[in-house]
């Protein structure tokens, strides 16, 4: 499980922190991952500011589902599931499934 972890972090260092979480597991295995997510259109969302926090002070970003769907499915992850965990805050539990590769 990564809980509020990627966001922390630019493209090229997520692809390296999933890299490691997939050589880790085992095909079939899962990856969890707790992360505002922004959405796809332009609605409000406390998320637009959290990733300007991100973007200022550590370099990092929240994105949308497809952007890390397309970040993670490289690295051998597949979308299965997307649980909204708060709809004010855009807190989002989306579960991968590891492919082997």
Same mark, same amino acid.
Request: charged share 25%.
């Given at each position: 499980?990564? %809980?509020?972890?990627?966001? !922390?972090?630019?493209?090229?260092?997520? +692809?390296? @922190?999933?890299? !490691?979480?997939?050589?880790? *597991?085992?095909?079939?295995? +899962? /990856?969890?991952?707790?992360? #505002?997510? /922004?959405?796809?259109? =332009?609605?409000? %969302?406390?998320?637009?500011?959290?990733?300007? @926090?991100?973007? $200022?002070?550590?370099?990092?970003? &929240?994105? $949308?589902?497809?952007?890390?769907?397309?970040?993670?499915?490289?690295?051998? #992850? $597949?979308?299965?599931?997307?649980? =909204? /965990?708060?709809?004010?805050? *855009?807190? +989002?539990? /989306? &579960?991968?499934?590891?492919?082997?590769?």
């Amino acid at each position: 499980m990564l %809980s509020q972890v990627l966001h !922390n972090w630019d493209d090229e260092r997520v +692809r390296v @922190i999933v890299g !490691n979480c997939h050589r880790a *597991s085992r095909p079939g295995g +899962r /990856l969890m991952v707790v992360e #505002y997510v /922004l959405p796809e259109g =332009p609605e409000p %969302s406390l998320a637009h500011l959290m990733d300007l @926090i991100m973007l $200022t002070l550590l370099g990092g970003r &929240e994105r $949308t589902r497809a952007q890390l769907e397309a970040l993670l499915g490289p690295c051998g #992850y $597949t979308l299965v599931r997307d649980t =909204p /965990l708060d709809r004010v805050l *855009s807190w +989002r539990i /989306l &579960e991968f499934q590891h492919q082997p590769g």
